[in-house]
C-alpha cells in the first residue's frame, strides 16, 4: 500500500500525532519545546506555563536551553 506524504489527510495525521506526542509528554511531568508560528522556540512545562527560549549549542544537555522571557497564558 502506497503513502502519498503530500497529501492533506497525511498532513492531519501528522498535527494529530504530534499533538497527542505534546499531551502526553506534558501529562508524564517533561517540559516539551516547539517552534510557534512566529519562528520562536517555545519551552511549555507541565504546570501550564510557557516562555520564550534560545538554544546554547556545545552546551551540556542540560544546558542547552535559555529562557529569554515568560509568554503571557493566552498565547498558544
Do not use: N, T, W
Not at 500500500?1 to 498535527?15: N, Q, T, W, Y
Not at 512545562?45 to 551540556?60: I, S, T, W
Amino acid at each position: 500500500m502506497a503513502v502519498d506524504i503530500l497529501s492533506p489527510e497525511f498532513a492531519k495525521g501528522v498535527r494529530e500525532a504530534a499533538r497527542r506526542a505534546r499531551r502526553e509528554a506534558l501529562a508524564g511531568g517533561h517540559a516539551v519545546v516547539y517552534l510557534d508560528p512566529c519562528g520562536c522556540y517555545v519551552q511549555e512545562l507541565p504546570d501550564g506555563r510557557k516562555f520564550e527560549v534560545r538554544f546554547l549549542p556545545g552546551m551540556p544537555a542540560e544546558s542547552q536551553v535559555e529562557r529569554v522571557r515568560e509568554l503571557p497564558h493566552s498565547l498558544e
